[in-house]
């Protein structure tokens, strides 16, 4: 016999949404210059939910002179014990306001309110209370006796977490004492714009922390703005490049934490029941828009059937649609220019000959879906194999030896993360000293702490985010 779940929708009645947004300068929010905006819509409904502003190189250059004016007034004379109380004000009011922060995420964004409720808000409040900690207690933090900040950190983020990874760049920096330029993605900005009343009410001084709407123009503007001290970006490798390019030759700090093709590795020996949770969690948590998702199933030979067989019977169970009901696993795709990269990058597949399979789910009519996916028959040269997909499609291949695990893993010119299922904690080791990611987990995968640092090596980027080596990406380097 068959049970079927009833809708559980979380409510929309938490969450008030204005008709329209302006720009977050100098503590108060105001019209564009230009007078320029733009629709954010729901990726689940397509309804359009509110008007956001565009910001033109006239306003960048506004908030990046509220910023600088904080830095050099207020915020790099205050002490650190003092700029921790406004963080852990922050941390709290967010921990208060969490029920209504992951609604809205949820509608701007698409993602399941379960992961946007159990995940994003908790890790973004989190954030915030690890790094209130750590403002009085930088010269102990092993990069300088004097630690000294950039000045005006000019952020700029994607639409995958969006209010966690304003949470990753804002509370390392203003604890380190900079004061900041955000600029959101142009699908999700309004989380970052609650966040910007969230500093209103933490009665945060005016111009150190500014929000700036708007699309890859803005954020050119941003980068390229000769006051701007700092650059810390999350995003594609291109712009990844291109934004590396715009700042060489000045003096401009830069960290960048780009894309991933992480290979999650499955030994024979490992507990396959929990495996196979740590692959569904790796590639179809977020819908697969995670930059460390485990893209890559390497799962060695003599158990790649019984693998195969225990993860189509699980993404049976997965449950597709509604992204606000509380039963959802899987939601809709960002925007409708990730569901044409995603769909591109399937149509590959089936022509260079890999299999595919698709679990069977209704896909709701209106709005942007892809039902989890899976390729076997894949091979290293496959460009499902090489590209990031950034989407719920899982390459699967196979290896024999720890070795050759190895070679395959590290085959990708990325270096984010990976992940490693073995009951021997020797092997696990011996492969971890070998492969090239910026983050390895161990019998789990996507696990996030605040103290605990991520970034990449090779094109996933440099830096780090999260921990005590988060804190060096927002102090200048000291000649010692
Ligand atoms: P993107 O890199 O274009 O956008 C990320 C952010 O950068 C957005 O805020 C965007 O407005 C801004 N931006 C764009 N061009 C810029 C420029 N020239 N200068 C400064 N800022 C600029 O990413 P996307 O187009 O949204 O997604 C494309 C692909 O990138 C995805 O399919 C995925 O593979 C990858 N991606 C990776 C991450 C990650 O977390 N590493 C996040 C989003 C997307
Ligand atoms: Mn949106």
Redesign the pocket.
């Known amino acids: 016999m068959n049970f079927d779940y009833a809708p559980a929708p979380e409510s929309r009645d938490l969450v008030t949404i204005d008709a329209h947004y302006g720009l977050f300068i100098d503590g108060e929010f105001v019209e564009p210059t230009d007078g320029t905006s733009f629709k954010t819509i729901n990726p689940a409904t397509e309804e359009v939910l509110a008007e956001v502003s565009e910001a033109g190189p006239n306003d960048v250059d506004r908030a990046v002179r509220a910023a600088q004016a904080a830095y050099a007034k207020v915020w790099s004379k205050m002490p650190g014990a003092e700029r921790a109380k406004y963080l852990y004000r922050i941390a709290r009011l967010i921990a208060e306001r969490s029920r209504e922060l992951a609604v809205l995420e949820t509608l701007d964004n698409g993602k399941p309110i379960r992961e946007s409720r159990d995940v994003d808000m908790p890790l973004v409040s989190a954030h915030f209370f690890y790094y209130a900690g750590w403002a009085d207690k930088l010269e102990h933090a092993g990069f300088s006796d004097a630690p000294r900040p950039y000045g005006v950190a000019a952020q700029?983020?994607?639409?995958?977490f969006p209010l966690l990874m304003l949470a990753w760049k804002i509370a390392p920096a203003l604890a380190t004492g900079n004061t900041v330029v955000l600029?959101?993605?142009?699908t999700t900005s309004l989380t970052a714009l609650a966040f910007a009343q969230i500093c209103q009410d933490a009665e945060l001084p005016a111009g150190v922390v500014n929000i700036v709407t708007?699309?890859?123009a803005?954020?050119?503007a941003?980068?390229e703005h000769p006051d701007v001290n700092k650059v810390a970006?999350?995003?594609?490798t291109?712009?990844?490049r291109?934004?590396q390019r715009?700042i060489a030759g000045t003096t401009k700090g830069l960290t960048l934490?780009?894309?991933?093709k992480a290979a999650n590795i499955v030994f024979d020996d490992a507990p396959l029941d929990e495996a196979i949770e740590g692959i569904v969690n790796g590639i179809y948590f977020n819908q697969g828009?995670?930059?460390c998702a485990g893209s890559r199933l390497l799962v060695q030979e003599s158990v790649a059937d019984d693998v195969l067989e225990r993860l189509k019977s699980r993404l049976t169970m997965l449950r597709l649609g509604d992204p606000m009901d509380k039963n959802t696993d899987i939601g809709a795709i960002n925007s409708p220019?990730?569901h044409a990269?995603i769909a591109e990058l399937i149509a590959a597949g089936d022509e260079e000959g890999a299999q595919r399979w698709t679990a069977p789910c209704v896909l709701p009519d209106k709005g942007w879906w892809i039902a989890p996916t899976v390729f076997t028959g894949v091979t290293q040269a496959h460009r499902i194999a090489r590209e990031?997909?950034?989407g719920p499609v899982l390459s699967v291949l196979s290896f024999r030896t720890p070795e050759e695990a190895v070679i395959k893993a590290n085959n990708t010119p990325y270096g984010l993360s990976a992940g490693i299922w073995s009951e021997k904690g020797s092997r696990t080791l011996w492969m971890a000293e070998r492969l090239q990611a910026g983050v390895i987990w161990a019998n789990t995968f996507n696990r996030f702490d605040p103290a605990s640092p991520f970034g990449g090596v090779k094109e996933s980027g440099f830096g780090r985010e999260g921990g005590r080596q988060g804190l060096g990406a927002y102090l200048q380097r000291e000649v010692r």
Not at 257 to 260: A, C, Q, T, V, Y
């Open positions: 700029i983020i994607p639409w995958n600029k959101p993605a142009e708007g699309d890859g803005t954020g050119r941003l980068v970006f999350t995003g594609s291109e712009v990844g291109q934004i715009a934490e780009l894309g991933g828009h995670v930059c220019a990730q990269r990031e997909i950034f």
